[in-house]
């Protein structure tokens, strides 16, 4: 069966730090591997990784596979309090749609 | 504009009223599935459809049932909806292997 962990479940930092949030996978077939962020309301698409080493970047966010370990870390840095929502990591494995982990729920104080 | 729409966005019933939940896209994506979000657990998928009157069952299809007459649209429907089913719902599309777009959610309560 198709598994997608996350860590940490969950996450309380100061405005200013650095974040790193874990994907591990255990998936047939693997495809690619997705972060979302969800805040109140529907997910959104943050970056799609499909090569081992590649680092992806968007702003203060970036990402990157390691298909060896079969993980993915997403990076934020310099974090603001709107940064605060629920990152959820999916793979794409084959022919079916995605399977998603947990989450983490990343909460930024001022 | 590309979208998925959900109807309703809120909705409370009853135990054992039957009720649909619409989705619908206008990307032509081949891939839709529905998922509910429940505290701790995550986004679990109830069901998917590869194509048009191709459907297949999720992690949680239990007390759920789906139809894909139509690219576009991919309703939910609860036959006998009960309290375990309270939940936010997302219905999701995508093309052939690559990101999902979600609808805005329906957030149901059953009493």
């Known amino acids: 069966e198709d598994k997608v962990v996350q860590s940490p479940l969950s996450l309380v930092v100061h405005e200013g730090d650095t974040v790193t949030l874990n994907c591990s996978y255990e998936v047939t077939n693997f495809r690619s591997l997705l972060w979302y962020k969800q805040e109140k309301k529907a997910p959104t698409f943050l970056f799609m990784l499909t090569s081992s080493g590649i680092e992806k970047k968007s702003g203060r966010l970036s990402s990157i596979l390691d298909k060896k370990e079969l993980s993915s870390i997403l990076n934020i840095t310099a974090t603001q309090t709107g940064d605060s929502a629920i990152y959820l990591c999916a793979v794409n494995s084959g022919n079916t749609p995605l399977v998603f982990g947990k989450g983490t729920r990343l909460s930024v104080i001022a | 504009e590309a979208q998925v729409t959900q109807n309703p966005r809120y909705l409370i019933t009853v135990t054992g009223k039957k009720l649909t939940v619409t989705c619908s896209q206008n990307?032509?994506?081949?891939?839709m599935s529905w998922y509910r979000q429940d505290p701790g657990l995550g986004l679990r998928q109830i069901y998917y459809?590869?194509?048009?009157?191709?459907?297949d069952k999720g992690d949680v299809p239990e007390g759920y049932k789906v139809s894909r007459k139509e690219k576009r649209n991919f309703p939910l429907i609860l036959e006998s909806p009960s309290p375990n089913q309270t939940s936010l719902y997302f219905c999701?599309?995508?093309?052939?292997?690559?990101?999902?777009?979600f609808g805005p959610g329906t957030r149901l309560t059953v009493l």
């Open positions: 999701a599309s995508s093309p052939r292997g690559f990101e999902q777009f």
């Open positions: 459809s590869m194509n048009v009157e191709v459907t």
């Open positions: 990307m032509n994506h081949e891939y």
